[in-house]
């Protein structure tokens, strides 16, 4: 399926079970392809090779444990320091960016406190900035280069 983004060339085979799966280039294996996995891994490849993202600071499915409940980050990027600095929820294309998944986004960061939130789902991206000095938040009009972060 056709995305909202630079198309890459990813790394697509057929699984044991004869399924489609897709290499995630941050986990090093091969995962099912599902239409979030899609979105996924076209919008890492875009933030590496696009953006300038440094892949060796950047994990996908990453575990947290909010309110008692283990739950999975989709993709978390960290700053050189280690620390939270960005995290990232993927949709399918299909499924609409509402208010609903900045809400999961924004359960996810009372953990994380990551300093960027990003949501895409192939078609859509948004990326917006916590300033937590102040208390607000800022939505930018595109996905930034990690050097501008």
Known sequence: ????????????????????????????????????????????AFLIEDRGFPAGLMANEVALVQNGISRRCDTLISDRTGRPFVIVEYKAPTIAITQN??????????VFKASYLMVSNGMEHYCCH???KTGNYTFLKEIPCYGDL
């Open 101 to 110: 998944v900045f809400d999961q986004i924004v359960r996810y960061n009372m």
């Open 1 to 44: 399926m056709a995305l909202n983004l630079p198309q890459k060339q990813l790394n697509i085979k057929k699984g044991v079970d004869g399924k489609l799966c897709i290499l995630d280039r941050l986990r090093r294996k091969f995962v099912a392809l599902t239409p979030e996995e899609w979105v996924r891994q076209n919008f890492v």
């Open 130 to 132: 916590i300033d937590y």
